[in-house]
Nanobody
Framework: VQLVESGGGLVQAGGSLRLSCAAS????????MGWYRRAPGNSRVMVAA????????AYADSVKGRFTISRDNAKNTVYLQMNSLKPEDAAVYYC???WGTGLSRQLYWGQGTQVTVSS
């Protein structure tokens, strides 16, 4: 599975950005996709995740009410709409795919896209 992110950039505090992640390859075995981020000096943390089969998306408390994850299964693409951005949202954002089952289960990662929020 290959994941390619796009949509990062520089935005002023209070602004919005939309990230996209297009999956290719053996996408039929993807169970869920999500977004993680890593700010300088910090660990990579989950931002939002959504299952392929539907259900309620999961969000980090810090982004609830501001970020929305969505998925277009026909395009094998997941989106992260980020509104009311804050300087503390600045990070490299990574797309993630939870693939397969049992012993074959693994995680795939995109290359990351930089989000910079100016105050």
């Amino acid at each position: 599975v290959q994941l390619v992110e796009s949509g990062g950039g520089l935005v002023q505090a209070g602004g919005s950005l939309r990230l996209s992640c297009a999956a290719s390859g053996s996408t039929g075995s993807i169970n869920a996709m999500g977004w993680y981020r890593r700010a300088p000096g910090n660990s990579r943390v989950m931002v939002a995740a959504i299952a392929t089969g539907g259900g309620t998306p999961a969000y980090a408390d810090s982004v609830k009410g501001r970020f929305t994850i969505s998925r277009d299964n026909a395009k094998n693409t997941v989106y992260l709409q980020m509104n009311s951005l804050k300087p503390e949202d600045a990070a490299v954002y990574y797309c993630n795919a939870d693939w397969g089952t049992g012993l074959s289960r693994q995680l795939y990662w995109g290359q990351g896209t930089q989000v910079t929020v100016s105050s």
